[in-house]
């Protein structure tokens, strides 16, 4: 395993098979010890690091961004809130389907048999049809799929502009502003630009369209590839690569990483309660869920009241927000 020593953190490099790696890193997870960082975490990671740690740029990641597709439909599922490292209830189901035990349809996830494709729905689910995810050119052609795109072709996709967490794409708890997402798809471009001459990058690759509704995680690849995003990651291929963001990087909200441990403790009882007892504490456990959706995040406070706010003080706001927050 390789370690990349961050100022706030360590990024590490989990080599191998997902459905083997992805087991180990969710009990990490659970336990506190940092988060299996989203799509949008990785190319950030990168761009603001790549004068000290270049490889994070230059290497390629599976993501906890997860991907959901059945016939002309697809669902990009976000793992967590911006200010907040407590997946959504759907990318802990999602991560938790990819284990050995599994056996996996076209290197995916099955998600036609107990009722799970209908359990992939709620917060950070965005589903589309395959062609509203991106913008349409002359002869039928969607920009961004399987093909690289412009720099102005990207910062219009609708798909990497969800997964990159665009305030005109998705609800406010998952949105981070529209100068981050440019800064990550202008400074990709312009490693792109200096490195490889490239002038086309981030191209969107979706699977063949199939019947058969299949769970896989987004994958970043490397910069000699363009920075491209692939959902054609085979989830029992041994060259897989989860990245791991341990302890210092870590924003762990403490009630939210003890509802996650009920909820695995949860697990364990199912062999030993009866089913109405397990359905009554399951029902207790949303509730407590639904409570903490009503609570505003920093996010939320933020963006009413950025206008307001000068840029040499947004850090400061944002940290005392976080700390009023997380009270």
Known sequence: MEHTQLESGTLEDHYGRNVDKAPSLLVRWQKGEGYIPSEA???????????????????????????????????????????????TEATRFGLSLINPNEELVSNG??????????????RGVYTRERSKWFEEREKGVLIGLNSDMTEEQALKCPILLTKLGHPDYVEAPFARSK?????????????????????????????????????RAWFVNWLVDRSRSYTWTYLDND??????????????????????????QLQTLEGMLKPEQIDQIGVALNERDALRQKLLTTAQIYSAIQPYVGPANESEVKEILDNLTQR
Do not use: H
């Open 109 to 122: 996830v099955n998600l036609d048999i107990d009722g799970r494709w209908e359990r992939l729905e709620g």
């Open 41 to 87: 975490d990785i190319r950030l990671l990168g761009i603001r690091n790549f004068a000290n740690a270049p490889q994070i740029v230059r290497n390629y990641y599976d993501s906890s961004t997860l991907s959901a597709t059945k016939r002309e439909t697809v669902k990009v599922i976000l793992p967590y809130e911006i200010d907040s490292r407590e997946l």
């Open 239 to 264: 060259d897989g690569r989860f990245a791991f963001y341990s302890a210092g990087g870590a924003k762990n909200n403490a009630e939210g990483v003890d509802v996650d441990k009920a909820r695995v």
């Open 179 to 215: 100068d981050e997402v440019a800064e990550i798809i202008g400074k990709t471009f312009e490693f792109g630009k200096k490195e490889r001459n490239y002038d086309t990058m981030f191209g969107q690759f979706l699977p063949d369209v199939t019947d058969k509704g299949i769970l």
